[in-house]
């Protein structure tokens, strides 16, 4: 399918600015990049009833930040269903105020509260850090749900790009620690330790996601090539310690077709359904890695934020 015609303006506006790429510069210089244009697309930010920044406790004894959003009162009463969310950036770039806008999104719409996790940044917190921060909120969120006015018995948990990959390990270890997740939110998720699907060849250049870039984001993340095989880093062809997938919660996906990640994303709905996980895969047409951000820009985006609340809603028993 043709690109959409203002993810094409896009792509072309950002052809012409002629800004650096990120595997250019510095990872320092590439957050500021990121944080500087991380909302010139987006939607306005929603109203909150409050929005709450904490610090919570990792296993290696640091602290990492979660920002929780409650879109309305908390009612010990009535607990709210909660979404842990990761934010995508390659492991390397993001947190959670340059995903802000669309954390207030999924929780205003689908009216359950949303912990976004600022997980550490690579390469000052190289692998596995990231996934050990990732699930050390999810248990922390399982285990002081009741304390946030959250429902522990209806949580999920989802992320885009990076954050989707986080989300897809902590599904699995969840199954493992006995934590019910209700849902894995994935939006366009990383899956594959090497990129060789004919997607990633055809849309290595051109299509914001850059295949250069891709590599740089792994140079940082990974401490060498040893990493690959670890499922924590690609759950969908790893070598190394491949879970059965069996059991996990069940997954929404997001996938462009303009993405260099949309073949591996396709696989890996096809590797859980395997495994018996039930699987909603949504293929969205004309759009490129990082979509879910342009809303502000491109109004077909309203309807894949309406897919992800439809399915946080149903997996969550929030009533319409």
């Avoid at 396709?266 to 996980?277: M, P, Q, S």
Wanted: some cysteine; charged content about 20%.
């Amino acid at each position: 399918m043709p690109l959409n015609p203002k993810i094409a303006q896009i792509l072309e506006m950002v052809a012409r600015a002629n800004r650096p790429p990120y595997h250019t510069l510095t990872p320092q210089e590439a957050r500021a990049a990121y944080a500087m244009s991380a909302q010139i697309l987006d939607i306005a930010p929603l109203p909150m009833f409050s929005v709450e920044d904490l610090r919570i406790p990792t296993r290696d004894g640091e602290t990492i930040g979660v920002r929780v959003y409650q879109p309305v009162e908390p009612s010990w009463a009535e607990p709210s269903a909660a979404l842990l969310y990761l934010h995508g950036g390659g492991f390397t770039v993001g947190s959670v105020s340059t995903h802000d806008a669309l954390c207030r999104k999924l929780a205003h719409d689908a009216r359950c509260a949303v912990v976004s996790v600022d997980y550490r940044l690579a390469p000052e917190h190289r692998f596995p850090v990231a996934v050990n921060d990732a699930f050390d909120a999810l248990q922390w969120l399982a285990r002081e749900a009741p304390t946030l006015g959250i429902d522990p018995a209806r949580l999920a948990v989802g992320g885009d790009s990076a954050g989707g990959t986080l989300a897809i390990v902590c599904a699995v270890l969840a199954r493992d620690a006995g934590i019910d997740l209700r849902l894995q939110l994935l939006i366009y998720p990383g899956t594959s330790a090497w990129q060789r699907s004919e997607s990633h060849a055809r849309l290595a250049d051109g299509y914001l996601l850059s295949g250069e870039t891709i590599q740089w984001f792994f140079a940082q993340y990974l401490r060498d090539d040893r990493d690959r095989d670890d499922w924590r880093f690609a759950p969908l062809d790893a070598a190394g310690g491949v879970p059965d997938f069996k059991g996990v919660a069940p997954a929404w996906i997001a996938a462009a077709d303009h993405d260099p990640l949309y073949d591996e994303d396709i696989a890996f709905a096809e590797k859980l359904a395997k495994a018996g996980v039930p699987v909603t895969l949504m293929r969205y047409e004309g759009m490129i890695h990082e979509f879910f951000k342009m809303g502000g820009f491109v109004p077909e985006v309203a309807e894949a934020h309406a897919d992800a609340v439809r399915a946080l809603r149903g997996a969550l028993d929030i009533l319409p």
